[in-house]
């Protein structure tokens, strides 16, 4: 079904967009390498194959008026998410732009940041990019060449949004959310044991109350007492 391709393309870009986040982090910092760089490229480039994709399939359902009611509501929402979806790969290009500036591979003067995070990050490349091992080219001047092309596809992609906008008139705040089902109860509960349990603790607070007011009673008492024993005393 169209609905379920384009849930796919979604999905897809979703976990490459995450997996571009998460390499973005380590940008700048101690695990910072050349291989870090080639992988943001691969995964960046991977995003905007699917983020293409998923605007042209969207675009295309979203332009047919023949569709139900039901469906445009549908295909309405996965577009907003789409549209999240590149504000915030945007957003992550920019960053990692700003981060490759600040911190170039090749200039021994600049130290990295200790983050913290150390380990290689091939692996989460490779899940996203369904590779299991990944190769990069050698590239002495990937500090003007890629930042270069990074630059350019930030345009490219904030070109895309604005296409995007023009092009299918979605208002993102008339478009409902759809929220997943409530989690059942740990098996053995009830719904009278839960109801117990708001009881008790309603009954402890209860209590608690009683105790305050009756020991305020007490104290009001006491000074009574004592102001009436003041005033027979000094009559």
Not at 15 to 35: E, P
Not at 117 to 126: L, Y
Not at 184 to 197: C, D, K
Request: aromatic share 6%; with cysteine.
């Amino acid at each position: 079904m169209v609905k379920d391709e384009c849930k796919t393309l979604l999905d897809a870009l979703n976990k490459v967009s995450a997996c571009y986040r998460h390499l973005v982090i380590c940008a700048g910092g101690t695990s910072d390498s050349q291989n870090l760089r080639e992988e943001l490229k691969k995964t960046r480039q991977k995003a905007q194959v699917l983020a293409i994709a998923n605007k042209i399939k969207l675009t295309t359902i979203l332009k047919d008026r023949s569709i139900s009611k039901d469906d445009r509501a549908e295909f309405e929402r996965l577009w907003v998410i789409f549209s999240t979806c590149m504000e915030i790969l945007e957003n992550d290009m920019r960053r990692a732009l700003d981060l490759g500036q600040e911190f170039p591979l090749n200039v021994p003067t600049k130290h990295l940041i200790q983050t913290g995070m150390i380990g290689r990050t091939s692996a989460v490349a490779a899940r996203a990019m369904n590779v299991q091992n990944m190769k990069y080219d050698e590239c002495n001047d990937i500090d003007t060449v890629d930042l270069n092309e990074l630059e350019q596809d930030i345009n490219e992609v904030k070109e895309m949004i604005y296409e995007m906008e023009m092009k299918v008139n979605v208002l993102q705040w008339t478009v409902e959310a759809k929220q997943a089902a409530d989690p059942e109860p740990p098996a053995g509960a009830s719904s009278l044991g839960m109801i117990s349990v708001h009881d008790d603790g309603n009954k402890k607070l209860c209590d608690t109350s009683k105790v305050f007011a009756g020991a305020m009673f007490a104290a009001v008492l006491i000074f009574a007492i004592a102001l009436a024993v003041c005033v027979v005393k000094f009559a």
